[in-house]
T-cell receptor, first 111, second 113 residues
């Protein structure tokens, strides 16, 4: 079964707006990672946040982690058409080496 | 520096045929992974190798076998392909298993008739 569940499943916004997507998971984790997948391509890593971290930034990306609620959010600010893609969270449960992916959020940014 | 490479890019099999998917990485990573992705779904872990010489089952190992040939190469074998194995297969590698970023290959599209 999937460890992470993203919400919403699909999101459509105008260029320049912010996009927020959420990930919930079920067990204690070592870290949580966000990936982007353009249609038909492999996944590209965006950000890794460890269980003892609460927030990380990378360019226009901001990731938060709330281990008490077992949830994370990815914020993309000032979105661009090129941000159109599917976004996945992946968690590594404590004591394991397995990356478990969620079902993804499909983001469409309209020019 | 090619990163993670996969061969073939696309394959059509008949039910019952066998094949091996090849994966290689040139980043000196310790751990390697095989995933499958079905339409509209996230990735599901088939097998992984946390370090050279070890392999372990993931979420969906049935119908597959793997070989960690050396530090660079990790192959996935379908002994008797079934239509349910129609999917896109991704190989990935990372430094320390479970601790670091994963780098993905471009994928192999497999169709089993």
């Amino acid at each position: 079964s999937q460890q992470g569940e993203e919400d919403p499943q699909a999101l459509s916004i105008q260029e320049g707006e912010n996009a927020t997507m959420n990930c919930s998971y079920k067990t204690s984790i070592n870290n949580l990672q966000w990936y982007r997948q353009n249609s038909g391509r492999g996944l590209v890593h965006l950000i890794l946040i460890r269980s003892n971290e609460r927030e990380k930034h990378s360019g226009r990306l901001r990731v938060t982690l709330d281990t008490s609620k077992k949830s994370s959010s990815l914020l993309i600010t000032a979105s661009r058409a090129a941000d159109t893609a599917s976004y996945f969270c992946a968690t590594v449960a404590s004591g394991t080496y397995k990356y478990i992916f969620g079902t993804g959020t499909r983001l469409k940014v309209l020019a | 520096n090619a990163g993670v490479t996969q061969t073939p890019k696309f394959q059509v099999l008949k039910t019952g045929q066998s094949m091996t998917l090849q994966c290689a990485q040139d980043m000196n990573h310790n751990s390697m992974y095989w995933y499958r992705q079905d339409p509209g779904m996230g990735l599901r872990l088939i097998y992984y190798s946390a370090s050279e010489g070890t392999t372990d089952k993931g979420e969906v190992p049935n119908g597959y076998n793997v070989s960690r040939l050396n530090k660079r190469e990790f192959s996935l074998r379908l002994e008797s392909a079934a239509p349910s194995q129609t999917s896109v297969y991704f190989c990935a590698s990372s430094g320390l298993a479970g601790q670091e970023t994963q780098y993905f290959g471009p994928g192999t599209r497999l169709l089993v008739l």
